[in-house]
């Protein structure tokens, strides 16, 4: 295990227990996350080392590396998936559209293979042997296993995507500052995390399921994404929330949290969470944020 006693963020050393969770997917182990009280930077504390993190990744659960169609949960988590990589290339052609594109961390290749198809020069990043195959194999992707971004030229790329992977990379500001020299002037990075300050991550508490223990190694905010990205000369420039994931969420928490699938609870729960995040400065489960490489001050 790998303990953390400055703040990655900040650098200064007032971290407090925030809470214990269960790693509900894999191993059962319990694991502390903890808060900096200078920046609220909130992180899983200690962790896992690098090496000994994949035993926590084999589980049946994490369903985002297969199209498993068995069951009502996974056909709404792959249905919801079709809908939302439609989504999420719309706001690509938004905010981009010069051609080269980064997606770290693309799974099956679905994401990429749409960016392909709406013009993008494209190449991928998976570490998973399975869903990198299955993306070179479905979409003759050009996918690397390679997850250092040394290997890309210096402003080799005009946006990057992360969706929901930024929460699980062990080397967190080598990443962003990479990100500031693959990216050309102006260049852009979404970012789809969870957000821990959300409506139902305070209700589910310990049970709330994006917590995702000791996968997720960090646990954003707002405010505390804005100040990590800021650091690397990045500005925020739009935030969207990501509402299906909301219901998602709150399900797998109900499951957590009962032992039981309680489909209209957890649906329950979900809308609320959204119309607050909607409603308040709170945000919604899950936030997507791009962020736009600025000028260098000469
Ligand atoms: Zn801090």
Redesign the pocket.
Request: glycine content about 4%.
């Given at each position: 295990m790998i303990t953390l006693d400055k703040?990655p963020?900040?650098s200064?050393e007032n971290l407090v227990k925030k809470l214990d969770c269960i790693d509900h997917s894999t191993s059962n182990e319990i694991f502390t996350i903890v808060s900096?009280e200078?920046?609220e930077?909130t992180f899983t504390n200690p962790i896992p080392k690098e090496e000994n993190l994949g035993e926590y990744y084999k589980s049946d659960m994490y369903i985002s590396h297969t199209n498993n169609t068995k069951g009502l949960f996974n056909w709404m988590y792959q249905t919801v998936r079709k809908y939302a990589v439609g989504t999420k290339i719309n706001l690509l052609k938004k905010i981009s559209q010069k051609e080269n594109h980064l997606d770290i961390g693309c799974g099956t290749g679905e994401f990429l293979n749409a960016c392909q198809n709406a013009g993008y020069k494209v190449k991928g990043i998976e570490p998973s042997e399975i869903a990198r195959d299955q993306a070179i194999k479905n979409f003759k992707l050009s996918v690397s296993d390679n997850t250092n971004l040394n290997q890309f030229k210096t402003e080799e790329f005009d946006s990057i995507s992360m969706w929901h992977v930024l929460e699980h990379i062990p080397n967190l500001n080598e990443t962003i500052k990479e990100f500031d020299r693959i990216l050309s002037q102006k260049g852009k990075v979404i970012i789809a995390v969870p957000n821990h300050k959300s409506w139902d991550a305070n209700y589910y508490k310990e049970f709330w399921a994006a917590w995702d223990v000791p996968i997720h190694l960090w646990h954003f905010s707002r405010n505390t994404i804005e100040q990590l990205f800021s650091k690397y000369n990045f500005k925020l420039k739009k935030t969207k929330p990501m509402l299906f994931d909301s219901f998602y969420v709150s399900l797998l928490s109900e499951e957590f949290k009962t032992g039981k699938k309680k489909f209209v609870r957890g649906f329950i729960i979900g809308l609320i969470s959204n119309i607050i995040g909607i409603l308040t400065k709170k945000g919604c489960s899950s936030t997507i944020y791009v962020f736009e490489k600025q000028n260098k001050a000469i």
């Amino acid at each position: 295990m790998i303990t953390l006693d400055k703040c990655p963020l900040c650098s200064k050393e007032n971290l407090v227990k925030k809470l214990d969770c269960i790693d509900h997917s894999t191993s059962n182990e319990i694991f502390t996350i903890v808060s900096c009280e200078t920046c609220e930077f909130t992180f899983t504390n200690p962790i896992p080392k690098e090496e000994n993190l994949g035993e926590y990744y084999k589980s049946d659960m994490y369903i985002s590396h297969t199209n498993n169609t068995k069951g009502l949960f996974n056909w709404m988590y792959q249905t919801v998936r079709k809908y939302a990589v439609g989504t999420k290339i719309n706001l690509l052609k938004k905010i981009s559209q010069k051609e080269n594109h980064l997606d770290i961390g693309c799974g099956t290749g679905e994401f990429l293979n749409a960016c392909q198809n709406a013009g993008y020069k494209v190449k991928g990043i998976e570490p998973s042997e399975i869903a990198r195959d299955q993306a070179i194999k479905n979409f003759k992707l050009s996918v690397s296993d390679n997850t250092n971004l040394n290997q890309f030229k210096t402003e080799e790329f005009d946006s990057i995507s992360m969706w929901h992977v930024l929460e699980h990379i062990p080397n967190l500001n080598e990443t962003i500052k990479e990100f500031d020299r693959i990216l050309s002037q102006k260049g852009k990075v979404i970012i789809a995390v969870p957000n821990h300050k959300s409506w139902d991550a305070n209700y589910y508490k310990e049970f709330w399921a994006a917590w995702d223990v000791p996968i997720h190694l960090w646990h954003f905010s707002r405010n505390t994404i804005e100040q990590l990205f800021s650091k690397y000369n990045f500005k925020l420039k739009k935030t969207k929330p990501m509402l299906f994931d909301s219901f998602y969420v709150s399900l797998l928490s109900e499951e957590f949290k009962t032992g039981k699938k309680k489909f209209v609870r957890g649906f329950i729960i979900g809308l609320i969470s959204n119309i607050i995040g909607i409603l308040t400065k709170k945000g919604c489960s899950s936030t997507i944020y791009v962020f736009e490489k600025q000028n260098k001050a000469i």
